[in-house]
C-alpha cells in the first residue's frame, strides 16, 4: 500500500507559478513510476508528467518546456514545477504511483488559474 498526499496548489495568476508537493509512505526510490496528472470539470482526467525508476521523464506536448516533475528520494516526495501557467492549466491535480503492480492516486489538489 502506498499513501499519497498532494499540497501547493491554489489560485495564480496567468503567467505565475506554482509548485505542487506529492509526498508519499513508502520509499520513492523503489517506486517504479510517479506521476501527476490532472482534471478539468467536464474533461478527462490526463497526464501531465511522469518520472521513471531510472531517472527517466516525460511530459505531455501542453506542459513541455513550462512544467518541471523532479524526485527527492530522501524526502520521498515528487514535486511538479509549473511555470508559465495558463487559464487552461487549472484543473484538479493528482499524484500517482505504480508500484508492485499496484496503481495509487492521492485526493488531489486545486490549481486554479485566474486573473
Known amino acids: 500500500q502506498v499513501q499519497l498526499a498532494e499540497s501547493g496548489g491554489g489560485l495564480v495568476q496567468p503567467g505565475g507559478s506554482l509548485r505542487l508537493s506529492c509526498a508519499a509512505s513508502?520509499?520513492?526510490?523503489?517506486?517504479?513510476?510517479m506521476a501527476w496528472y490532472r482534471q478539468a470539470p467536464g474533461k478527462q482526467r490526463e497526464l501531465v508528467a511522469a518520472t521513471f525508476y531510472g531517472g527517466s521523464t516525460n511530459y505531455a506536448d501542453s506542459v513541455a518546456g513550462r512544467f518541471t516533475i523532479s524526485r527527492d528520494n530522501a524526502k520521498n516526495t515528487v514535486y511538479l514545477e509549473m511555470n508559465s501557467l495558463k487559464l487552461e492549466d487549472a484543473a484538479v491535480y493528482y499524484c500517482?504511483?505504480?508500484?508492485?503492480?499496484?496503481?495509487?492516486w492521492g485526493q488531489g489538489t486545486q490549481v486554479t488559474v485566474s486573473s
Open positions: 500517482h504511483a505504480f508500484y508492485n503492480g499496484g496503481v495509487y
Open positions: 513508502v520509499g520513492i526510490f523503489s517506486i517504479n513510476r
